[in-house]
């Protein structure tokens, strides 16, 4: 497993334009927009390609197009629909899949309650979207399905991570090609699971809930 903690001077201004308590629903929905944007980016480098002959005004030319299969983008409910425009204005020709995971509060297992994803992931690379890594547990469930089904290659996007959720998600799945790219590493966990400073209730904040 290989980690990104993207840095970069937009990151970075969004990121903390996000954090903040005062920025309302409608603004934290464009921010993580662009945020995804931004890490997405990065975060499909290593897509293959193929040559691709065409025709300019001015002569022909081999270019460059991306090779099948098409990737598959796949938000994790609820808030991982909140990630969902800002990766497929980056890969407008990728088919989209959902994961529904959510964390009991009280015991902290993850209960999966929906799934809509093609039967055969077969030599599809699989970008997976949630916006934070805490706990771990959520990812480490989400790549052992999708591996399941097929996938071949697993690029977890993240706005933000925990060290405990990383050292998880290395302990349980980091002999395996799964790359992860997030916007920060921040500090630790507190004693409820939520990654400090964060910027709290992802979900909430993208649908007005924490007003």
């Known amino acids: 497993?290989?980690?990104?903690?993207?840095?970069?001077?937009?990151?970075?201004?969004?990121?903390?334009?996000?954090?903040?308590?005062?920025?309302?629903?409608?603004?934290?929905?464009?921010?993580?927009?662009?945020?995804?944007?931004?890490?997405?980016?990065?975060?499909?480098?290593?897509?293959?390609?193929?040559?691709?002959?065409?025709?300019?005004?001015?002569?022909?030319?081999?270019?460059?197009?991306?090779?099948?299969?098409?990737?598959?983008?796949?938000?994790?409910?609820?808030?991982?629909?909140?990630?969902?425009?800002?990766?497929?204005?980056?890969?407008?020709?990728?088919?989209?899949?959902?994961?529904?995971?959510?964390?009991?509060?009280?015991?902290?297992?993850?209960?999966?309650?929906?799934?809509?994803?093609?039967?055969d992931l077969t030599g599809r690379h699989v970008f997976v979207l949630d916006p934070m890594l805490a706990t771990g547990g959520t990812l480490v469930e989400a790549i052992r399905f999708l591996e399941r089904a097929g996938a071949a290659k697993i690029t977890c996007i993240c706005l933000l991570a925990a060290p405990e959720g990383i050292k998880r998600l290395e302990d349980e799945v980091g002999d395996r090609d799964i790359e992860l790219f997030v916007a920060a590493i921040d500090q630790k966990l507190n004693e409820k699971a939520y990654i400090v400073p964060g910027l709290g209730d992802a979900g909430d904040r993208l649908y007005g809930l924490a007003e």
């Open 1 to 119: 497993m290989r980690t990104h903690a993207v840095s970069h001077p937009l990151v970075d201004h969004k990121l903390t334009q996000l954090r903040r308590v005062e920025t309302p629903s409608n603004t934290f929905r464009d921010l993580t927009r662009e945020l995804v944007s931004l890490l997405g980016y990065e975060a499909s480098s290593s897509l293959p390609t193929e040559d691709a002959q065409i025709e300019t005004p001015v002569t022909q030319m081999v270019g460059t197009r991306l090779a099948g299969p098409k990737p598959l983008v796949v938000p994790i409910l609820r808030a991982g629909l909140g990630m969902l425009d800002g990766m497929t204005a980056m890969i407008p020709t990728a088919e989209v899949g959902f994961l529904g995971m959510a964390r009991d509060e009280e015991t902290l297992d993850i209960v999966t309650y929906a799934e809509r994803l093609p039967d």
